[in-house]
Every structure is written in C-alpha cells, then in structure tokens.
C-alpha cells in the first residue's frame, strides 16, 4: 500500500530532518513540530558517553523549550523503524501525534498514526 502524499506542513519536518541527518553526516535525523507549529530538528548523538537517537534529541530539545504537546513527527534513516525509546519520548509529549518515517531519499515508508 502506498502511503498518502504528505500535506506541506509534514513536507516541511520532513525536509528538515533530512536535512540535519545531511549536514551532521549522522546515520539519522528527526524534526518534530509542537502545537503551536515550531519546529525542533536533530541528529543522532553518538559520543563514547552519550548515546541518542536523533527522535530523542529532537524530543529532548521540544521539551525543554517548554512544549507542552506534539503533533507531528519526521524520522529520516535507513532503518526499517522508529527507534522504541524514541517512539516512547514521542508519546510521552504527544500521545496522538503522527509519526512519519522516510528513507533517506525522503520516500515515506510509514506513518504511524495513535
């Protein structure tokens, strides 16, 4: 099943965390968009003492700004699936918000929906 083309504001997060993974050359990025419509985009944090997938940033850095809930949310990685601690941080903040998950090429593989 193809999934549905994406609306601009999706297209939006997508293209932002394709675009942190691009420039940081990290295996992943994510960007998640609150309810009031900011953005927060991230890459993978991969230090000897520090270990985070960029959903978890991303998370991390809309929480912390105050955020009080998501909508939506963009994954760009190779893999076939959200990280679960990510996916976790997601629903932490936002139990129905979108899930969005892309190759890198920006391809939508599956939106996971609450």
């Known amino acids: 099943m193809t999934p549905e083309p994406l609306n601009a504001e999706d297209a939006k997060i997508v293209t932002l965390a394709r675009s942190t993974r691009a420039r940081?050359?990290?295996p992943e990025g994510a960007a998640v968009r609150d309810l009031d419509g900011r953005t927060y985009a991230a890459?993978?944090?991969d230090l000897p003492s520090l270990r985070?997938?960029?959903l978890q940033v991303a998370v991390?850095?809309?929480a912390s700004s105050g955020v009080t809930?998501?909508?939506a949310v963009a994954v760009v990685t190779e893999a076939s699936t959200v990280d679960g601690a990510g996916l976790a941080a997601?629903?932490?903040l936002g139990p129905a918000a979108q899930v969005i998950l892309t190759g890198?090429?920006?391809a939508v593989r599956e939106v996971l929906r609450d």
């Open 90 to 92: 997601v629903r932490d």
């Open 104 to 106: 890198p090429d920006g």
């Open 60 to 62: 991390a850095m809309a």
């Open 69 to 71: 809930g998501l909508e």
């Open 52 to 54: 985070l997938s960029a």
């Open 43 to 45: 890459a993978t944090v």
């Open 24 to 26: 940081s050359r990290a």
